[in-house]
């Protein structure tokens, strides 16, 4: 089955900062990666999301990178605020599945 | 239009004890899933339905059992429960669209924390 790894597991910024999760999954037929944000307490909520047929997508502060060929997908946040401080999940869905398989999780602590 | 509601949203068993986690979805979503959120694990699926009378194991089914009678609800059951079940709970649905490319994203209920002692 899919795996998916996710690094790292903690990260520390400055507001204004910039913060990178990666994360990197096994099967070749995934086609579909989603980013949730999950605030303390709170239910995941999807953020941005990226298929295979493109290489990146912004939305405003967020962005998500895909390499297909390194098997790897990363979540990208500009000028953070400390209201970006939650634990970020990332998922990998193969093709058709609709089960998606999650990475563990980063706890994003942005500092005023 | 409510999204994914789950009751209840607490609560606290003693060992042995059996209790019923429900979810309701009004999004007609045909897919439905219930995961267990641990510190450090991440989501892990217990069980999953693709549609109304279908249920299917995921990656931690153990001790639980599952019903989807009606398209909107997806139940989860712990018939005995355990301390290693002490967890939160969460359910989700999402839509179809039939394609290769069609995966959605999931909509997930607010949790369910459950504490077994």
């Known amino acids: 089955g899919e795996n998916v790894e996710q690094h790292p597991s903690t990260l520390s910024v400055q507001e204004g900062d910039s913060a990178v999760i990666k994360c990197t999954y096994s099967?070749?037929?995934?086609?579909?990666f989603p980013w949730y944000k999950q605030e303390l307490g709170k239910r995941p909520q999807l953020i941005i999301d990226?298929?295979?047929?493109?290489g990146e997508k912004k939305d405003q502060r967020i962005a998500v990178t895909l390499n297909k060929t390194a098997k790897h997908f990363s979540l990208h946040i500009t000028e953070t605020q400390p209201e970006d401080s939650a634990v970020y999940f990332c998922?990998?869905?193969?093709?058709?599945?609709?089960?998606?398989?999650f990475g563990r999780g980063t706890s994003l602590i942005v500092h005023p | 239009n409510a999204g994914v509601t789950q009751t209840p949203k607490f609560r606290v068993l003693k060992t042995g004890q059996s209790m019923t986690l429900l979810c309701a979805q009004d999004?007609?979503?045909?897919?439905m899933y219930w995961y267990r959120q641990d510190p450090g694990m991440g989501l892990r699926l217990i069980h999953y339905?693709?549609?109304?009378?279908?249920?299917a194991k995921g990656e931690v089914p153990d001790g639980y059992n599952v019903s989807r009678l009606k398209k909107q609800n997806f139940l989860l059951g712990l018939e005995s429960a355990a301390p290693s079940q002490t967890s939160v709970y969460f359910c989700?649905?999402?839509?179809?669209?039939?394609?290769?490319?069609?995966?959605?994203?999931?909509?997930f209920g607010d949790g369910t924390r459950l504490s077994i002692l």
């Open positions: 099967d070749s037929a995934s086609n579909y």
């Open positions: 998922a990998s869905t193969p093709g058709g599945s609709y089960i998606p398989t």
């Open positions: 999004m007609n979503h045909e897919y």
């Open positions: 990226i298929r295979s047929n493109v």
């Open positions: 339905s693709v549609g109304e009378g279908t249920t």
């Open positions: 989700a649905s999402s839509p179809t669209l039939g394609s290769r490319y069609s995966n959605q994203p999931q909509h």
